[in-house]
């Protein structure tokens, strides 16, 4: 059993080892794309195999569409040498459920790959000509949040990107200035419409992607290299649209468990391959069951039914609202409650902790009594269903490999959003007291306890990368375990600090609780479980 054209006409020997094979005829949706494409993709990783891939492979099975996808890869170009291409563009897609089951699927909607080179003459010639179609209608990205910086921490445009700026748009090295080239090419070719459509897991997407891409029109028209037309072809939405988005899907890296049951069943070649890159990359992608992709629908040369495919599309302001649904209050808070208590008490699988009573019982609380009653309702998706999806199916799904150490990572520059939204909240209701929290300043106290990097045992860990440790590190190794005079003094200015918290806890009348809880936590080992389970089941 081969992944490529010829090793899958055994149809019979794929479905008899429980594979679901495309349904439609490959060959007639590759021409058809070819002719007419309607949907490009910039980005060959993972989470695109899984998702978008997937939407489109479904929809083709179900005779919804008659074209497929091409994607491009703008960072690696390895991943379509050596693994789209000998593959001809096929994938595996594992979806691991929450009951511990497997679905094997083969994926074929992607039906042309190409490297984002502008040195490739032949591949950038070929995007060039999509780019000038008038099928043309959409193009989606998943290149992370880094994929659309153009200027460094000071706000100064980066050294690549000065070079493409100046040297205009025809052989640009940089992502984003190879992304600008191909859209210029459009313009070219009669300003024809297009949606650019970030679906990158970061907040107002869009408009990341639309400063990158002005940045090189402005840049170009500056020096001459193209006209001012361009620049406002690109600022005119009903030309050019930066649709907002929220995405949510974990996708983890190929799992070796996953690979031992596929090598079991007889599927030839699906070791990953490392890049010289360092990317991580195999024949088959590993995913879990759920999926959320939500997106401002602004397509001036239209889009197919993708909802259909289970996308969801609606207005900007509502898909801002899903996005403050998720991460202040329905996933992201869960996740960092977990993570901190997880470190202190030496799990390593987030999955591994819901089988224990006392950290159920904190998310529990902290998602559904003190959450819900402030969170952003965006009415498309139920933020109680999300919950309980989260805390049921998502967090307890034995095949989902994250750590609580990964999630830990810059917790202090996530606790003014993940939970400095719902106390601002509070502060503002009329019927709701700040006071009446509980569980988030235990999660607060835990974060200070996880900050002294001795987890519950009493053995010393290290703490995952954060900006802020250099400057936290030196204060919390003033403080050990059974000490715990002076302490408030100590942490007085961490605990008004608005930046970490995204409020002064003195301010909201927080501060003292969450002193009261770090002092409980540091009476000896064995002392942050006992304070956790003694708050978590208050009543």
């Known amino acids: 059993m081969k992944l490529y054209k010829e090793g899958l006409k055994d149809h019979a020997l794929w479905e008899e080892k429980g594979y679901q094979l495309p349904k439609y005829n490959r060959e007639k ?32 099975d179900a005779g919804a569409l008659e074209r497929g996808l091409i994607v491009a890869e703008g960072y690696d170009y390895e991943i379509i040498e ?67 910086s153009v200027t460094d921490r000071h706000g100064e445009v980066v050294p690549d990107v000065k070079k493409d700026i100046e040297n205009g748009p025809e052989k640009p090295c940089s992502y984003m200035g190879k992304v600008a080239s191909l859209l210029y090419t459009r313009f070219e070719n009669g300003r024809k419409p297009i949606a650019f459509v970030s679906t990158d897991n970061c907040s107002h997407n869009g408009d990341k992607l639309s400063t990158a891409i002005l940045t ?44 031992e049951v596929l090598q079991n069943d007889g599927v030839e070649e ?15 992608v590993n995913a879990e069951e759920c999926e959320y992709l939500v997106i401002e629908d602004a397509f001036p040369n239209g889009r197919p039914a993708l909802e259909k495919g289970g996308l969801i599309f609606t207005d900007r302001e509502t898909v801002d609202k899903v996005e403050r649904m998720k ?34 019982q904190l998310v529990e609380v902290i998602g559904y009594k003190e959450g819900l009653p402030v969170v952003t309702d965006p009415k498309i998706i139920n933020p109680k269903d999300f919950i309980d999806t989260v805390l049921k199916i998502r967090i307890p799904n ?23 939204e719902t106390i601002k909240a509070y502060e503002k209701s009329e019927e709701l007291k700040t006071s009446d929290l509980k569980l988030i300043p235990l ?30 590190s ?17 942490i007085r200015p961490i605990l008004k600090d608005k930046k970490i918290f995204g409020v002064d806890l003195y301010e909201v009348g927080l501060a003292e609780k969450v002193c009261g809880y770090f002092k409980e936590m540091l009476q000896g080992t064995g002392a942050v479980r006992e304070t956790l389970k003694k708050y978590v089941w208050e009543k």
Not at 270 to 284: D, E
Not at 331 to 340: I, R, S
Request: proline residues 6%; aromatic residues 10%; hydrophobic residues 40%.
């Open 443 to 472: 999660v607060f106290a835990g974060w200070l306890r996880y900050l002294l990097a001795v987890d519950d045992n009493g053995n010393a860990f290290e703490l995952s990368p954060d900006p802020m440790l250099q400057s936290l």
């Open 82 to 148: 050596k693994m789209n291409h000998p593959h001809d563009d096929y994938s595996i897609l594992v979806t691991l459920k929450a009951d511990g089951t497997m679905e094997k699927s083969v994926t074929g909607s992607v039906v042309e790959s190409l490297a984002l080179d502008s040195e490739n003459e032949n591949a950038f010639g070929r995007l060039k000509e999509i780019f000038a179609s008038d099928s043309l209608q959409m193009a989606t990205f998943t290149i992370t949040e880094k994929g659309y």
């Open 216 to 259: 090189f029109a402005r840049g170009w028209a500056s020096n001459k290299s193209v006209s001012q037309e361009f620049v406002e072809y690109v600022s005119n939405p009903k030309e050019v649209s930066f649709p907002w988005s929220m995405i949510d899907k974990i996708t983890p890296r190929p799992n070796a468990s996953v690979e």
């Open 270 to 284: 699906v070791a990953p391959i490392i890049t010289s890159k360092n990317t991580y990359v195999a024949p088959f």
């Open 474 to 490: 030196p204060v919390f190794s003033k403080i050990q375990l059974g000490e715990t005079a002076e302490i408030e003094e100590i």
């Open 327 to 360: 991460v202040c209050t329905c996933l992201n808070p869960l996740h960092t409650a977990l993570a901190v208590f997880g470190c202190l008490l030496d799990f390593q699988l987030i999955a591994d902790e819901m089988k224990d009573e006392d950290l159920r």
């Open 29 to 60: 949706v590759a021409d058809a794309t070819k002719k007419n494409p309607f949907w490009i993709h910039f980005g060959a990783g993972n989470i695109f195999r899984a998702f978008h891939a997937n939407v489109v492979q479904n929809l083709l």
């Open 398 to 420: 034995p095949f989902m490999p994250d750590t609580p150490q990964r999630i830990a990572t810059d917790t202090s520059q996530k606790l003014s959003i993940r939970f400095g």
